[in-house]
């Protein structure tokens, strides 16, 4: 219980619909009177909360701040006994403002719009708004005087050393900050210089839950004066974690801390978490996807279920003349493991067909890749009319290595409307999975130790078109996450002749990618929303080193 001595704040760490103004609105209403419930003095929630994050184009729409001015007073109705800070979009004679309103006995009594406007990587904010003025918001709730600021002002140190000036205690940040692999531990690199270099403590409420591409994790906390975590809320769960700040000194109450995980946890839980949201907030009722007896689909096959349970997937393995009895059985031992509906669709008829009827055009021509691809779009096509039929989500199964050289085909194994895996590297799945297998073994431990294969002519081995996956990642991690030039991958100890051959792959099939079904970010630079080259390019990198 708070005493006289105690200020007691809620950060609100939900997972808000984008667009869903109304259901929005009663879910702040809902969480502020828990909040009473529990004796807070204030409730604080994340960056553009009534809107969700990000609303993209949704913001040049007229009929979008309509709505929210007719919400705005049912939230501000709330506001007895508790006083409330919230995050919506806000369109004013001079522009739309990123904007966070403190309400106080039913009124708005102070505004502050967002200072620092991020415009990098998967942040458009330039294009929707215009940047507040450099000055400080300070509320005061019983002697506390409290500066508020909006994720990016945080991450330079002009606002907060406004702040600092104009007398505040402490500082509110209100986020949506997607997840990284290391982005985490970057919000608590730049919470600690900000205390360092003001001695301010910080309460950081960040927003959890799947957006279509991305991922918010929450991780919500408080950091002291002096850089130190006194209070946090666990990462992909949504939670109100009710903190306190002694009023005597301003210096927060520490309380236990969840347990820290480990990256491999941290990338699975991102991946289910961006699954289970993308499928129930467009309301999707079964999933189904294409299980071949490869990793990269027993993999997805075991984020579905983890996220929405094996009731409403469907897995299908469709062999041809090229699979091999060892997938058959090992699909059919995974999906009864994880009590899937599983169906068996050959494509051999399909594929004879596709030959018969394509003899002659390609009378006299040898096989290649085109064989190959006609089976892929086989399965593509069975998939597609399964999800049609039984309007159910077809997940792609490919992963960012496939992706990134093109190792994968148009209309056949790429056809999907989500693919989990589309930021994970060959190597990063075979992490998750062992991950995921000392949680409860669900992935046949042959399916992990096998050799990859496409199994779309007689004894293909990914390794026989391919560079070996560990150098194959470790240059594509460097050519794509960290822009290395050529020369740069060659001093690192690259083959040059591979490294030309890797690149060259990842610039021809930009336009593969752009084709692609959406997936989820978990790396700086993930393509899609991150990652945005050119199809159409005279620029070619591959060509710059001797």
Not at 81 to 89: E, L, S, T
Not at 110 to 115: G, H, S, W
Not at 162 to 179: D, M, R
Not at 506 to 534: L, M, S, W
Request: with cysteine; net charge negative.
């Amino acid at each position: 219980m708070p005493t006289s001595t105690n200020l007691r704040i809620t950060l609100a760490q939900l997972d808000f619909i984008v667009g869903d103004i109304e259901g929005n609105a009663e879910r702040i209403i809902a969480a502020t009177q828990e909040a009473r419930d529990n004796n807070s003095d204030l409730i604080v929630f994340p960056e553009l909360a009534l809107t969700g994050y990000p609303a993209e184009d949704l913001l040049f729409r007229q009929d979008l701040y309509q709505r929210i001015d007719s919400v705005l007073p049912r939230i501000c109705a709330q506001a007895t006994g508790i006083d409330i800070i919230i995050g919506y979009p806000a369109q004013t004679s001079t522009g739309r403002y990123n904007r966070a309103s403190f309400i106080h006995q039913g009124k708005i009594t102070l505004n502050y719009d967002k200072q620092e406007l991020p415009n990098y990587g998967v942040f458009d904010e330039v294009r929707y708004f215009v940047a507040g003025a450099k000055n400080s918001a300070i509320i005061e709730i019983k002697g506390i005087r409290i500066a508020l600021l909006i994720c990016e002002d945080l991450w330079i140190p002009e606002p907060i050393a406004f702040a600092k000036a104009a007398g505040a205690q402490c500082v509110i940040s209100l986020n949506a900050s997607p997840f990284t692999r290391n982005k985490a531990a970057k919000r608590l690199q730049i919470l600690t210089q900000r205390t360092s270099e003001t001695h301010l403590p910080i309460l950081y409420v960040n927003c959890v839950g799947g957006q279509d591409e991305l991922v918010f994790d929450g991780g919500s906390m408080v950091v002291d004066q002096h850089g130190t975590v006194c209070q946090q809320a666990d990462f992909f769960i949504e939670t109100l974690l009710h903190c306190e700040l002694n009023l005597l000194n301003c210096t927060p109450v520490p309380t236990n801390l969840p347990k820290p995980h480990v990256e491999s946890a941290r990338i699975y839980q991102a991946l289910m978490l961006g699954l289970r949201d993308y499928i129930e907030k467009n309301q999707f009722p079964q999933v189904v996807l294409g299980l071949s007896g490869g990793i990269d689909s027993a993999l997805t096959l075991a984020l579905a279920v983890d996220a929405i349970g094996s009731k409403r997937i469907t897995a299908i393995m469709m062999p041809s003349r090229y699979t091999s009895d060892a997938s058959l059985e090992l699909a059919k031992q995974q999906a009864d493991t994880l009590k899937v509906d599983y169906k068996v669709l050959s494509i051999e008829t399909l594929f004879n067909e596709f030959l018969v009827t394509l003899e002659p055009l390609f009378h006299g021509l040898p096989l290649d890749t085109t064989e190959e691809n006609i089976q892929a779009r086989c399965r593509g096509t069975l998939l597609m009319a399964f999800s049609n039929k039984k309007n159910a989500l077809v997940l792609a199964t490919g992963n960012k290595s496939e992706m990134a050289v093109g190792y994968c085909t148009l209309y056949g194994d790429m056809v999907g409307g989500f693919c989990v895996l589309k930021d994970i590297l060959k190597t990063q799945v075979y992490q998750l999975a062992h991950y995921r297998n000392q949680l409860s073994p669900v992935i046949p431990e042959a399916v992990i130790t096998r050799a990859p294969s496409a199994e779309l002519a007689f004894n293909q081995l990914d390794q026989n078109t391919l560079p070996p996956y560990e150098i194959l990642d470790a240059i594509l991690s460097g050519y794509i996450e960290e822009d290395k030039s050529l020369a740069e991958l060659q001093q690192t100890g690259f083959d040059i002749a591979t490294v030309r051959r890797v690149t060259m792959l990842v610039d021809r099939n930009e336009y593969k990618r752009r084709q692609a079904a959406i997936g989820i970010c978990i790396t700086e630079c993930a393509f899609g929303k991150d990652r945005r080259y050119p199809i159409t390019s005279a620029f070619k990198p591959f060509t710059q080193v001797n």
